[in-house]
C-alpha cells in the first residue's frame, strides 16, 4: 500500500538533485567570470543586485526555494492544474500582445520590475503537464489520428503565439514534445516523413530549384520505367510514384520559396543559408534594388552582427585549447569580445576557461541528467509521469544541442538558452520547476496519476 512521503528526503532522487546544484553552480562561475573584473568590490556587487552574477545568484536562492516547496507538495495537485495552468499560460503569452515588452525584436516578455518574465519560456512547463494529462486519460488511443492531433495542438499551440511574438528560436523548442509522443505510440511514420522533409530542405538549400525539379521529374520518370511491369499488375505504385513527385516538386519549388521570401524574415533566411556555405538566392534581387536604403542597411549590419557573435564564439572556445586559459583568465571573455556571452553564449566562457577537458565534462554531466531522466522515466507506473519525464528530456536534450551548435557553428544564431547555466530568471525558473516537479513525481512513483 502506498504511504505518501513525511519529508523530503525519503524517495527524492538524489542524484538528479546533485547534477542540477553542481550546473547551476557551474553557470554562475561562468557568468561570474565573464562579468567580475580586477578593481570590482566583491561584496557590493553582489549585495547591489546589478551585476549579472549577482542577479542570478538571487535567481538561483529564490528557485531552490521553489524546489523545496515543490517537493513538499502533494503529486496529485501536479495532475489536478494540468488543464487549468495550460490556459493560464496561453492567457498569459497572449497578454505579451497587450502589455509585452520588446527586447532585441522581440516582444515576448512582460516587465515585473526585479525582472523580465518570459511566458513563452515558462509555458514549457504548463504545455508538459498538459499533454501528459491528455495522454494518461484511459479513453485516449493515442494510435489514433484524432488523438495524435489533439496532443499536436496542445504541443504546438504555445510554439505558434512565440513565432507571432517574434520568439523563433523559443517556438522550435516545443518540437521537443514529439520524444515523448514517441515513447507513447506515434508511428514511426511521422518522423520518417519529417526526417525526409528535413532532408529535401537541405538539398533545395545547396542546390537550385530548377535543377531539382528537372532531376525529380527525370527520377520519377526512371522509376516508372524501371518497375512498368508491376505497374501494370499493381496502380497503388504508380500512385505513390507521381504523389512523391509531385509533393517534392512542390515543396521545392513553391512551399521553400514561400517561406524564405514571406515567413521569414530576411536575417533569419541569410543566416539559415549561411549555415550550409551558399548565397540566399530568394532575396538577392529584392535586396538589390534597396541596397542604398537605411532599411536594407540596419538588416546588413545585423546580419554582420550575427556573423560576428559566431565568429567571435568561435574564437574563445578555440583560444581555450585542452586545458583551458584557466578561470578568470579568458582574454576573449574577461574582454567583452563574445556578444551575448552570458545568456546564449555562456558555453564560450567554459570553452576559453577550462578547454576541452571542461567543455568535454560539462557535456557528460548533460548526458548524465538526460540518462537519470530516462531511467526515471522507465521506472514509473503511471503514464502521467512517464509522458512528464519524456517530456523534460527532450526540452533539456534540444536546448543544450542547439545551443552548443550556435556556439560553434553548427547551427543559425536563434537564441536558444543553455539548460541551468545561462543568465536568466525566467530560464532558470522554467528548468528548476521541470526538474523538481519531475523529482516529485518520481519519489511518488507508487502511486498511479491521471
Known amino acids: 500500500m502506498?504511504?505518501?512521503?513525511?519529508?523530503?528526503?525519503?524517495?527524492?532522487?538524489w542524484i538528479m538533485i546533485g547534477l542540477y546544484i553542481i550546473i547551476a553552480l557551474i553557470g554562475l562561475l561562468c557568468i561570474f567570470s565573464v562579468e567580475y573584473r580586477s578593481n570590482d568590490n566583491m561584496v557590493q556587487s553582489i549585495l547591489g543586485f546589478k551585476k549579472n552574477y549577482s542577479k542570478q545568484l538571487f535567481y538561483f536562492g529564490a528557485c531552490c526555494l521553489l524546489a523545496i516547496f515543490l517537493l513538499l507538495t502533494?503529486?496529485?495537485?501536479?495532475?489536478?492544474?494540468?488543464?487549468?495552468?495550460?490556459?493560464a499560460g496561453?492567457?498569459?503569452?497572449?497578454?505579451?500582445?497587450?502589455?509585452?515588452?520588446?527586447?532585441?525584436?522581440?516582444?515576448?516578455?512582460?516587465?515585473?520590475?526585479?525582472?523580465?518574465?518570459?511566458?513563452?519560456?515558462?509555458g514549457k512547463i504548463f504545455t508538459a503537464l498538459a499533454l501528459a494529462k491528455y495522454l494518461s486519460m484511459p479513453e485516449v488511443n493515442f494510435r489514433k489520428p484524432k488523438s495524435q492531433l489533439i496532443a499536436a495542438a496542445i504541443a504546438f499551440a504555445p510554439a505558434m503565439l512565440s513565432i507571432l511574438q517574434g520568439e523563433t528560436g523559443l517556438a522550435l523548442v516545443y518540437f521537443a514534445f514529439?520524444?515523448?509522443?514517441?515513447?507513447?505510440?506515434?508511428?514511426?511514420?511521422?518522423?520518417?516523413?519529417?526526417?525526409?522533409?528535413?532532408?529535401?530542405?537541405?538539398?533545395?538549400?545547396?542546390?537550385?530549384?530548377?535543377?531539382l525539379l528537372i532531376a525529380f521529374a527525370l527520377l520519377a520518370i526512371v522509376l516508372i520505367y524501371?518497375?512498368?511491369?508491376?505497374?501494370?499488375?499493381?496502380?497503388?505504385?504508380?500512385?505513390?510514384?507521381?504523389?512523391?513527385?509531385?509533393?517534392?516538386?512542390?515543396?521545392?519549388?513553391?512551399?521553400?520559396?514561400?517561406?524564405?521570401k514571406h515567413v521569414f524574415k530576411k536575417y533569419q533566411a541569410d543566416r539559415i543559408f549561411m549555415m550550409v556555405g551558399v548565397d540566399n538566392p530568394f532575396t538577392g534581387n529584392a535586396t538589390a534594388e534597396?541596397?542604398?536604403?537605411?532599411?536594407?542597411?540596419?538588416?546588413?549590419?545585423?546580419?554582420?552582427?550575427?556573423?560576428?557573435?559566431?565568429?567571435?564564439?568561435?574564437?574563445?572556445?578555440?583560444?581555450?585549447?585542452?586545458?583551458?586559459?584557466?578561470?578568470?583568465?579568458?582574454?576573449?571573455?574577461?574582454?567583452?569580445?563574445?556578444?551575448?556571452?552570458?545568456?546564449?553564449?555562456?558555453?564560450?566562457?567554459?570553452?576559453e576557461n577550462f578547454g576541452f577537458w571542461g567543455s568535454a565534462l560539462l557535456m557528460m554531466l548533460y548526458l548524465g541528467l538526460l540518462l537519470r531522466i530516462v531511467t526515471i522515466a522507465e521506472r514509473q507506473r503511471s503514464t502521467?509521469?512517464?509522458?512528464?519525464?519524456?517530456?523534460?528530456?527532450?526540452?533539456?536534450?534540444?536546448?543544450?544541442?542547439?545551443?552548443i551548435c550556435v556556439t560553434i557553428g553548427l547551427a543559425p544564431v536563434i537564441g536558444i538558452t543553455l539548460p541551468l547555466m545561462s543568465y536568466g530568471g525566467s530560464s532558470l525558473l522554467t528548468f528548476t520547476v521541470l526538474i523538481f516537479i519531475l523529482i516529485k513525481l518520481d519519489a511518488d512513483r507508487q502511486m498511479v496519476l491521471r
Not at 502533494?74 to 490556459?87: G, I, P
Not at 509522443?181 to 511521422?190: I, N
Not at 502521467?384 to 545551443?403: K, L, M, Q, T, W
Open 2 to 13: 502506498y504511504h505518501k512521503n513525511p519529508s523530503i528526503s525519503k524517495g527524492s532522487d
Open 74 to 87: 502533494d503529486s496529485k495537485l501536479f495532475t489536478a492544474m494540468a488543464n487549468l495552468s495550460y490556459l
Open 90 to 122: 496561453i492567457l498569459l503569452i497572449l497578454a505579451t500582445f497587450v502589455v509585452g515588452k520588446e527586447i532585441k525584436g522581440s516582444k515576448s516578455w512582460i516587465p515585473l520590475g526585479f525582472m523580465n518574465l518570459q511566458p513563452v519560456e515558462i
Open 178 to 211: 514529439l520524444i515523448p509522443m514517441y515513447r507513447e505510440g506515434l508511428p514511426p511514420g511521422y518522423l520518417v516523413s519529417g526526417t525526409a522533409m528535413a532532408v529535401l530542405l537541405v538539398v533545395s538549400l545547396l542546390f537550385k530549384t530548377s535543377t
Open 226 to 260: 524501371y518497375f512498368r511491369r508491376r505497374l501494370k499488375r499493381n496502380n497503388r505504385l504508380l500512385v505513390i510514384i507521381l504523389s512523391s513527385w509531385a509533393f517534392c516538386s512542390l515543396f521545392v519549388g513553391v512551399v521553400v520559396p514561400f517561406a524564405f
Open 290 to 351: 534597396i541596397a542604398n536604403s537605411e532599411d536594407a542597411k540596419l538588416k546588413q549590419r545585423k546580419n554582420e552582427q550575427q556573423n560576428y557573435n559566431v565568429r567571435q564564439s568561435k574564437i574563445a572556445i578555440g583560444s581555450g585549447g585542452f586545458l583551458g586559459k584557466g578561470f578568470l583568465k579568458g582574454t576573449q571573455t574577461q574582454g567583452d569580445f563574445v556578444p551575448e556571452q552570458h545568456t546564449d553564449f555562456i558555453f564560450t566562457s567554459v570553452g
Open 384 to 403: 502521467f509521469s512517464r509522458v512528464y519525464a519524456y517530456g523534460v528530456a527532450g526540452i533539456i536534450f534540444f536546448h543544450v544541442a542547439v545551443n
